[in-house]
């Protein structure tokens, strides 16, 4: 039970940054693993980014590894994904969720509660 709700989306140009916040409701937070996906037309969801409970283990697409940060703040009951170095097949409508399982897993099919979605594009 809870909503998520992404925020920090825009558009920049190719090689520029942006950062996306998650803003979680409730006091439970914490007890959730927690994923980044993305989306556009005619494309399935896509996994970006995922992170444990207390943020010690990271997990990235080979798409996006090297140039997005997944992070969390559990205090703030808040999940960060800081997006640098930003390519046009990066633009997409990036959503949180919170996952079912103990570890981070790759398949939306995995995640529960998941909030509406910020748009991420990216000129060339």
């Known amino acids: 039970q809870g909503q998520l709700v992404e925020s920090g989306g825009g558009l920049v140009q190719t090689g520029g940054s942006l950062r996306l916040s998650c803003k979680a409701s409730g006091s439970t937070f914490g007890n959730y693993v927690m994923g980044w996906f993305r989306q556009t037309p005619g494309k399935e969801r896509e996994f970006v980014a995922g992170i444990t409970r207390m943020g010690a283990y990271t997990y990235y697409s080979d798409s996006v590894k090297g140039r997005f940060t997944i992070s969390r703040d559990n205090a703030e009951n808040t999940l960060f994904l800081q997006m640098n170095s930003l390519k046009p097949e990066d633009t997409a409508v990036y959503s949180c969720?919170?996952?079912?399982?103990?570890?981070?897993?790759?398949?939306?099919?995995?995640?529960?509660?998941w909030g509406q979605g910020t748009q991420v594009t990216v000129s060339s």
């Open positions: 969720a919170t996952s079912r399982s103990a570890a981070v897993s790759r398949r939306p099919s995995d995640y529960g509660i």
